[in-house]
């Protein structure tokens, strides 16, 4: 079973800061990592699926990076509707579905 | 523009099953390539995944729930269910349903579930 690990838990940035988020897997996923944002009281939002590729609608600030264990969400200039939970999400070839713990981006 | 909608009782008791419903609307649940899953998250708390089923039928269950869970759809209703059975306090949560292709997009609003007597 692979073990998706988010750090740091919750990360304090200013308006206008960049954001970089970490996804770690216990062993290598390919570029199938997935990332979505969640607002409370909201479902999650498709952000990044296969690493780096933006859904539609996504800003460009938003973006992914990585492949095999490691990976990155980036955010170039927080806005202040990103503070948010950000979750990394992997399907395996079995298939399964992992969700990492999340990361919270607030306001510092 | 596709839309899921969960429905089912919000308080069930201990040791019941936890019956919910995730109805699809503006497209339909038999197209090919997607999956169907549920998803929950307790309160305060992160994403679990409880199971898929695909276009084909094939079911896929969280290793951890599987004993306790079923995935079911009905296309002429278009719509796909979960059932939870012996419940405990530590399944109450919000229960997400989704569809999946490269991500879970879209998602339901999400139903709250509390588990009690």
């Known amino acids: 079973e692979i073990v998706l690990t988010q750090s740091p838990a919750t990360l304090s940035l200013s308006p206008g800061e960049r954001a970089t988020l970490s996804c770690r897997a216990s062993?290598?996923?390919?570029?199938?990592l997935v990332w979505y944002q969640q607002k409370p009281g909201q479902a999650p939002r498709l952000l990044i699926h296969e690493a780096f590729n933006r859904a539609t609608g996504i800003p460009a600030r938003f973006s992914g990076s990585g492949s095999g264990t490691d990976f990155t969400l980036t955010i170039s200039s927080l806005e202040p509707e990103d503070f948010a939970v950000y979750y990394c999400q992997h399907r395996d070839n079995w298939p399964t579905w992992t969700f990492g713990q999340g990361t919270k981006v607030e306001i510092k | 523009q596709l839309q899921l909608q969960e429905s089912g009782p919000g308080l069930v008791k201990p040791s019941e099953t936890l019956s919910l419903t995730c109805t699809v609307s503006?497209?339909?649940?038999?197209?090919?390539?997607?999956?169907w899953g549920w998803i929950r998250q307790p309160p305060g708390k992160g994403l679990e995944w409880i199971a898929n089923i695909y276009y084909s039928g094939s079911t896929y269950y969280n290793p951890s729930l599987k004993s306790r869970v079923t995935i079911s759809v009905d296309t002429s209703k278009n719509q796909f269910s979960l059932r939870l059975s012996s419940v405990t306090a530590a399944d109450t949560a919000v229960y997400f349903c989704?569809?999946?292709?490269?991500?879970?997009?879209?998602w339901g609003q999400g139903t709250l579930v509390t588990v009690s007597s």
């Open positions: 062993q290598s996923v390919g570029s199938y």
């Open positions: 989704g569809r999946y292709y490269s991500g879970f997009d879209p």
């Open positions: 503006g497209g339909s649940i038999s197209s090919s390539r997607y999956y």
